[in-house]
């Protein structure tokens, strides 16, 4: 699962990719030594905000002064932006760290995927990294859920294409014109 997660945010972008190791890699090995060391948890996360600042301003440097950068054929924004969540989920890791609220992670391919898991990587949500390692954990591979999955996501396709598709013209005619909606 975990290079099924790297291949996936790798064909989007190998820099979000590496960066996103990056990041994992510090906060991993910082998160086990943040009860005994203040200094270091100072640190790391002066680290993630500096991340989710510096991200910022080079979204916001880039619109602005409408940059071209030659070495990346694709706009930066979105691989900006997902780093920014990203940074603010190894921010709450490392505070419950600290404070004690969950216990560090030991197993470093366990944390990245946990940190990089492909479906919430883009987009969400924040997830404390406990829930979802006991997500992970909790179900096994057999064929009742298989089909249960597989059942999921069919009827996930049929409200899509049935019931979100038809009810897109009417929601769109009052979105583009809602200055004449009350």
């Known amino acids: 699962l975990l290079a099924g997660t790297c291949i996936f945010i790798g064909w989007f972008s190998w820099q979000a990719l590496l960066l996103a190791i ?3 890699t510090l906060n991993f090995f910082a998160a086990g030594k943040l009860k ?3 200094v270091l948890f100072y640190l790391i996360l002066f680290f993630n905000v500096a991340c989710i600042v510096s991200a910022n301003y ?3 440097y880039q619109s602005n002064l409408q940059l071209q950068f030659t070495q990346v054929a694709f706009s930066l924004k979105p691989l900006i932006l997902t ?5 603010l989920q190894h921010i709450a890791y490392i505070i419950d760290c600290r404070r004690e609220v969950q216990k560090h992670e030991t197993n470093f391919l366990q944390f990245m995927l946990c940190s990089l898991y492909f479906p919430k990587f883009l987009s969400g949500p924040l997830t404390k990294h406990a829930e979802l390692k006991a997500q992970l954990n909790s179900q096994e591979v057999n ?3 298989m089909i249960s999955g597989f059942n999921r996501l069919l009827l996930g396709v049929f409200k899509k294409m049935v ?3 038809r009810l897109a013209p009417s ?3 009052v979105f583009d014109f809602n200055n004449d909606y009350s």
């Open 171 to 173: 929601v769109h005619s």
């Open 143 to 145: 064929q009742a859920n």
């Open 163 to 165: 019931v979100a598709d």
């Open 83 to 87: 780093l920014s969540f990203y940074t």
């Open 22 to 24: 990056l990041i994992s």
């Open 58 to 60: 080079i979204v916001s």
């Open 36 to 38: 005994e060391n203040r």
